[in-house]
């Protein structure tokens, strides 16, 4: 199934009623003042939850007096438990405070009113859609907008670069996590985010769960969101040539595997660990190959990341009662 491109003239206007933004926080309070205050100061009734991964006690109260001052509500994990599962830590205080719909959104992202209530009312008037908007760089060139993953191999390219020598049913959308709108009723029908992953690929597993429950990916060419990737660790594609953090690294390596583990059959299964020493090379090499002449530590998190994939990989299809 492909991605939809749609628009949405037929939305009413912002109606924030009975929705909500969350957003999950690691060590980035002044990004949360800077962007999402933007929005929750011009988008009354709009709930804002956001959750707060542990970082440092000075962070924690950052963020205390930031939510205080602004009526956000704050979840406080003790410690770092993740994207995915922070996401879900929200969505649930989220929906206890009344919730249906609800909009998630980077730190490092921001996104006029205008924008938001598109989102969340695509999703009211199809609750099966998980909805994405166009994420543009602050200099207005394109982040994302679509990306496929390649079932033969476990690759990931970007929609623009789709290859057509390919058949397009080994091919499988997804939309990034960096921002998304989903119903209450397509959220509990797929039970959120899985938390395996911790970090990087649990939007792509979100994407194959929509989608093999009955639901439907969809962009709205008339929503834009501002990314400014380097904020935080980054969600979705990366910049080609530019530096990558180690923790980026060792999870796109892993939770390739480890998708795969979850979701595929036995023969695709050993297709994709065949393939795991070049495409994990690949992933190195997004962060240029001049990063190595001063350290070998992205080299050893991606041989950490294919140990561990491997093994966490390898319990799964156990479980699963795979050979």
Known sequence: MSTNDVRSDAISGPDFAGAAVVVVNYGSSDLLEANLTELTRNAPGLLAVTVDNFTTALERESMRHLSAAEGWELVEPESNIGFGAGVNRGIARARERGADRFLILNPDASIDPGSAARLLSAVVADPD??????????????WFAGSDLYLDDGRIRSLRRRLSDVDASRI???LTGACL????????????????????????????????SGGRLVSLDDAVAIHAEGGTQAEGLASSGQAKSTTYYYYNIR??????????SDEEYRAWLRHT????????????????????????????????GRRIGKRVRRTRGHA
């Open 129 to 142: 859609a998980l909805v994405a908007p166009r994420i543009l760089r602050p200099d207005g060139s394109v």
């Open 172 to 174: 499988e959308p997804w």
């Open 181 to 212: 709108a989903v119903s209450w009723q397509l959220w509990s029908r797929i039970d959120g985010f899985s938390d395996e992953y911790f970090l990087y690929w649990e939007d792509v597993d979100l994407s194959h769960k929509v989608v093999a």
């Open 255 to 264: 939770n390739r595997i480890l998708f795969a583990a979850l979701h595929l």
């Open 277 to 308: 020493p070049t495409v994990s090379w690949e992933i190195l090499l997004q962060g240029g190959r001049r990063q190595f002449l001063s350290s070998l530590a992205p080299l050893r998190a991606g041989l950490r990341g294919v140990r561990d």
